[in-house]
């Protein structure tokens, strides 16, 4: 897990692109798939990105191995937490349980946040 002040907070670096630049790209809004649960995915050639509805600007991008028949999926996730920090974190899902898996490390990663603030 990794905190940036939004001046060093690099989405573009970090990630490839940020959630707000992937929508803004030609042609690429119409072809985010509604994977249910406010889960919205994108496949290019190399990676999938994950978009979620209840976490704006949040974006995981993924890229798979294992076997077809069941595929896991290694993602970093970033997105703001207030108008000066980010949040970027590793997870690893299932194709099948990504919304649960997701919600599940960011949920982890909050709770650090929320120990750092306390002290």
Not at 66 to 86: H, M, V
Not at 91 to 98: E, I, L, M, N
Request: glycine fraction near 8%; aromatic fraction near 14%; charge should be positive.
């Amino acid at each position: 897990m990794t905190l940036y002040w939004i001046g060093h907070y690099n989405a573009s670096r970090m990630q490839g692109f940020s959630a707000d630049q992937l929508a803004k790209l030609p042609g690429r809004d119409q072809s985010f798939v509604a994977v249910g649960d406010g889960i919205s995915r994108f496949n290019d050639e190399h990676y999938s990105y994950f978009t979620r509805a209840d976490l704006p600007g949040y974006l995981a991008r993924c890229y798979r191995t294992g076997a077809k028949s069941r595929p896991e999926l290694y993602c970093s996730a970033g997105y703001r937490l207030t108008p000066e920090i980010g949040l970027i974190y590793d997870f690893r899902a299932d194709a099948d349980d990504f919304a649960e898996r997701s919600r599940a490390a960011d949920a982890r990663a909050r709770k650090v946040v929320e120990r750092l603030q306390a002290h």
